[in-house]
């Protein structure tokens, strides 16, 4: 079980839709905003196929990606001490 504070849920949730919006989308087209977002437990596959996300991303959204990888949320598991 993971229990992360909404802070931290709610700041990966906007970083990781607005790089969402800032990349392109199938056959290279702008990604249209909705009201959908999503929580992931590795940011990495926005930029997955993606073939340069450099020429797209900031450097403080790709920080954001490489910290919010695979394996991010595991220091939020059992994280039972939010409730202290």
Do not use: C
């Not at 009201?35 to 900031?58: A, G």
């Amino acid at each position: 079980m993971y229990i992360v504070p909404s802070d931290v849920v709610s700041s990966a949730i906007t970083m990781g839709h607005q790089i969402y919006l800032t990349l392109p989308g199938r056959k290279d087209k702008a990604h249209s905003d909705g009201s959908m977002r999503t929580f992931k437990t590795d940011y990495s596959s926005l930029i997955s196929k993606v073939k340069d996300p450099l020429i797209f991303l900031t450097s403080i959204q790709l920080a954001f990606i490489q910290s919010h990888s695979n394996g991010w949320l595991d220091a939020y598991e059992n994280n039972f001490s939010i409730f202290d």
